[in-house]
Structures are given as structure tokens and as C-alpha cells.
């Protein structure tokens, strides 16, 4: 449809789609002459006929089939093809008086191609005529002349509405309608009498103004009553004052001299550009999405303002945008006291305490558990605990730390968080210290506890004071980190992982010597590490598998966003997550119907299916024989325990333990941990992590008496970060040429003569 115009005279007529709004009604038609624009030459004229007409080419007028009974017609004269021009041309002089001409509009108007443009109708014969409304007779009335509101919708035809049959525009059915309201531009003309709410209101539309229109201003005085300013270019005449009307705060503007005898701003930087606009430009997409970055905030400014900033200008503006939405980093730390208490009062039977620095009130601890965990951990989940770290991301530097339990089905069961200003050997040890007293009523009704972590000497000491009982044993994933590091070498890593997998001591030694034809250094490097703390084969506790402590890797998805929130958003984040858990496992366990958990089941039936095919000979009541493809076990039902150390190490019955108790007409699922049980796991999950109120909320019922502790953010402040930059020399650069060197001794090149020992 771009680009075709309607033939001059043709009688095809083009229905107009009925819009109420701006005084259109259907089944009225027009008939058009060809390119013909609205220009500024142009006139619109009302006659004493009765008529709509447009002027053609030579003269004649073309009858746009209008008729009425009123003493009025409306033309639109005559003028040359060649001093036609876009519309877009025109756009000053419609945004003087308040209108708004879409910039996407870049092609000469033509009708069903831009069908949404405002006709200002104040622009037209010094405002003295009337608009007029159509009849049902076909009548135009005219109504007083008025600017058209920019949010209404007009109606866009679609070009599939026409068909182009040799030179002319046949209108053909009717098709959908589409409308697009007309969003106005941000108008940022200043003139005398303007009036502002107040001084502060005064200077942002000041300054948006400058900033819109590329100059930069000076204040000359601000006060309460009055602010005045100028344009930042010496010798510029643009100034405006503005004054405080007496008994209101309004401000208004007195005297405006708007006329600029300077280019504008030569550089992309902007005086005006502060923190604070950063923050309101880009304020609505920030609360879309948080996770908008400094980079693309810096991006969108440019596109939008053309102006350069700074990333830390960016990334300040973020915060204070973040800080408004979500709290402030200093007002979570100042909270934390009441916050421990609302813990303590929603959810009872929880521990949350807080902890900071006697001499300056600083913070650096803070201990949460919940008592749903506690109940869940000790009485339906496996006695591992996994230690774990996670660095936070937020204004001030801290660290998480971590105790997580597996519960039956092998999900992660957090039990206690911890939250520190850095982390230190002392730090971990209060941790584990204050683990120690919330296990320490009720470990003798459960078996001896398996505690995974890395190689900290603050954890090792730790484990060591609070938990001397306790099996001990090195994460895998912090092991070969630290392995890879010094050999380098994939193999050798995969190796490492199968040695700590192997179930006998065989195969670890096997595994060892493989290593050790590789690498001699690297099976060294092994034996130094004590096999009871990393290998299956000697771990004398029950890891049911689990060889790593990396916890943060399961729960990265929200853990990562929590750790660079506020101290009480992060913790607020921790807590939901941990209720929707509870919840949503506490349901889904209501409809399994089988005696073990869904995991546990499957691995029990993989055994029953390997064992179908094993020999059993029996010793006694309680131990036997099973002999397979490829290797005999002994199995012991009555001590639970198979040759092939696999019943041990995973409390599951193995396929050799299987086919003894099959053998002799035992319940499988009798003989497995009581962790895997469906009534077990539901024990986890059966109490409820409680929602706690909003902050606005906490001091009702409190004692006033009670002085109020005012806690201090950690003095460990992080710096704002810088963008990292992508190094990269381009493709036309310029290397050096290197110098070629010549030996006179024998005539070539590549040495010098002192160095050359070619015989001669």
C-alpha cells in the first residue's frame, strides 16, 4: 500500500470506518484526487456550498460526494506535486500547540496507509472555523475548533481493505480493523506562567528540558522563594526565573528568556545527568526486572538520551532505585533484632540470633534454624549433614554458611544457616558450636552422625571439638578441584572419582595403580590424603552415597539472586523457599502408596531384577552364599552387611543381599534404612515453616520498655564493581616488522657474528 497513490477523479470510493471520536460516522465516502499533501500553503476553505471538494491538478475541484442542506463547503486548494513534503516536516509546528505526530511516519500521507494522524484544526484559517459532525442525512456539522486528546485510537485500514487493478485503487470487502492509540510526547516547552507543585518539581522539569533539548545549565540562585538559572554557555542569553507564589508552595515561572545563541552541548556527557534521573529514567524497567544490568541501563541511556555516562553512575543509580524497592542494605542490618524476635514468635521452637561487635555494635553473626527442620532432620531424615559456603554478592561483603541434610528421596533438607562478615576459622567454629547445641538434646535418639565439608581447618577443628563422635568426611568436589589445579589432566581426574566410588578395597587399589602408571607424582599426591576421609572403601560411616558437600550447586537457581539481596530480603527469600518445600513435599507424599520413597523403590526393584539370576546356598539362619556371573558374596542379613560393601554404604540391600532375603522368603523393604520409608519421609515434611509479618508489623505487641538494640552494617563494604572489558586488538593493527639480523662472517642471516659457528 506504501507509496500508491489514488487516481485522480476515479469514482472508487473509500468507506470510513465509524470513530465517534473524532466526529466520523459511518457510511460516508470520499473521493480523492492524486499526491495530494498537506503542505503549509495549504488552506482550508469553507464555502456556501454544501460540498467536501479537493483540488485537482488544473484547477477543477473534485466532488467528495458530501451534500448538505448548511451554507458551507470545505476545499482544500491547489498546490504543486513538487512542493510537497512529509508530513513528518511538519512536526514543529504541531508539537507548538500540544500535538503529537508519530515519528515511525516517515512516508508522504496517503490515505489508508496513515489513516492515525491528528488534523489540527487550530492551524487552519486563524482558529475561526468549526469542525463538523456528519449526519445521518450526510450532513457536516461543524463543531468549535479544539485540539484532539492524543490518547484516543484511530482506525488503521488495512491494505488487504484495497486492490489495484491497472492505475486506480479499488476499495474491495471490508476486512478486521486494527486501532493503535497515539502516545503523546513528553513535552518539555517552558514559558512564562508555567506553574510547578513546588521548587523541588520546578528544577526536575527544568532539568529534563535541558537534557531533551542538548544544553547544559547553570544555577544562579535557589533558595525557598525563588531559583533562578542560565544556560551553561558563556555568553548565551537563555535564563528563566521562578518564584514562590505567596501562601502555596506552587512555584511558577516569572521570566523566561528561551532563546539560545549557542550550538547546544559539543561532548555526550550532561551536567544535568545526575544519579537520582538515572534512577527515575530507568526506575519502571528496574521494577520489571531487577536484574537489569548496569551495562544495558548505560545502553538504553544512550539510545534513548544520547548521553555518555559513567558506569558508576549506573550502577548508583540501580541501588538507589533497588534500595527504594526492596530496603535499603543498612536498614536490614539495623532490623535484624526485631526481625530474630518475629522468627522466634511465628515459628516456635526456632533458633535466630543475632550477634555484633561489643565496641562499635557492628554486625558479625547471625544464626537461623527453623524449628520444622530440626524436627524434620532428626526425625525423618538420613544423619548426614553437609557443610557448605557461599559468597554474597550485596553492598557489604559477608558469607553464607550452610548445614544441609538429604532427606529419604535424597532432596537437600536444609537445617541451619549461618550468615558472617567474612569467613574465618573463628567464625566456623561459632557455627558448628551453635549446630552442636541444637543437636546436642537429641542426638542419643538418633545413629551416629556423618558430616561432609572441604578441607577448612576451621571446620576440621570444629567437627573435631563439637562433634568428636561424628564421622568425618572430605568433599569430593573441593578434592578434585584441588587435584585438577595441580595435574591438569582429565584422566587423571576421572580416576580420582572412580577410586573414591570404589566399594572394596581391591578396587580402590586398583584404581590407585592405574593413577599411579599415569602419574607417579599424582598417585603421591593421593596417598598423602587419608582413604578414610575421601574414599568409600574406608569410610567407616554411612554416606548413602553422597560424596560431595557442594550444596550451593543444587540450589543455585535462587540461591544465587538471594545472596546480593539485603540481610533480611535474603533470609526473607531462604524462608519461602523453604516453606513452599515443606508444602509441596509435604502433598506430593500423600499420594505414593508404596512402602519405600520413589528413589529407594527404584533401586530396590533394579536389585530384585539383577538377583533373579544369582545362586544362594545357605550357611545358617542368618548368613549365606550368593553367587553371581562374574563374583561370590557373603551375605549377612542379620547384621546387614554384603561382601560387597554395597548394603553398608548405601543402606539400600544390594542385589547380592536381595537375592539372600528373597531366598529365603523375606520382606525386601524390611530390611532398608528406616529413612526410606513413605511414613518416615512424611515425618520430615509433617511440621510448617510459618510466614512471617511485614516489617510494618513488628512492633505491635512489643514491650516498649525493652531498649531498642541498634545494629551497624559490617564494615567490610564492597566497592562499586567495574564493567569488565573485552580486550581485543583490531584486525588492521599494526605489528611490528621484525629486524632480520646478518652475520658478516658468513654472509647469512638468523645470528649474529659473534654467535655463528658455521664452518668456513
Known sequence: MANRDLVPGSSQKLPIVQKQEYGFFHNHDFILSQNHDLGPGNSLDLGENDELSLGGQNGEEHDLGLAHDHTHHLTISQIDENEARPLRQLRPEYEQEGEYINEDEEEEVNLGQHSDQVVDSENVDDHDHQLADIHENHKLNLSEARDFDCSLETPIVTSSEFDIQGNELIYSSPSIVQSRALVPAPNHDLHVGQEFPDVQSCRRALRDAAIALHFEIQTVKSDKTRFTAKCATDGCPWRIHAAKLPGVPTFTIRTLNNQHSCHGLTHLGH????????????????????????KEILEEIHRVH??????????????????????????GYRLLPPYTQQIQRTNPGSIA????????????RLFVSYQASIYGFLNGCRPLLGLDKIALKSKYLGTLLLATAFDGNGDLFPLAFGVVDEETEDNWMWFLSELHNLLELNTENMPRLTILSDRNKGIVDGVDMNFPTAFHGFCMNHLSESFQKEFNNALLVNLLWEAAHALTVIEYEAKVLEIEEISPDAAYWIRRLPPRLWATAYFEGTRFGHLTANIHESINNWISEASGLPIIQMMESIRRQLMTWFNERREISMQWTSTLVPNAEKQVAE?????????????????????????????????RCCLCHGWQAYGLPCSHAVAALLSCRQNVHRFTESCFTVATYRKAYSQTIHPIPDKTMWNEGNDNSTPEIVMNPPKSLRPPPRPRKKRSRPDDRIVPVKRIVHCSRCNQTGHFRTTCATPI
Open 271 to 294: 551536567q544535568q545527568a545526575t544519579v537520582q534521573w538515572v534512577a527515575n529514567s530507568v526506575e519502571q524497567r528496574l521494577r520489571e526486572n531487577p536484574n537489569y544490568k548496569p
Open 306 to 331: 544520547g548521553i555518555a555516562l559513567s558506569y558508576k553512575q549506573a550502577w548508583r543509580g540501580k541501588e538507589r532505585i533497588m534500595a527504594a524497592v526492596r530496603g535499603s542494605f543498612e536498614e
Open 353 to 364: 540470633k543475632v550477634y555484633g561487635n561489643p565496641e562499635d555494635n557492628c554486625f558479625q
Open 607 to 639: 536389585a530384585i531384577e539383577l538377583a533373579r539370576g544369582f545362586q544362594v546356598l545357605r550357611a545358617n539362619e542368618a548368613e549365606f552364599e550368593v553367587i553371581s556371573h562374574d563374583s561370590t558374596n557373603i551375605v549377612d542379613i542379620r547384621n
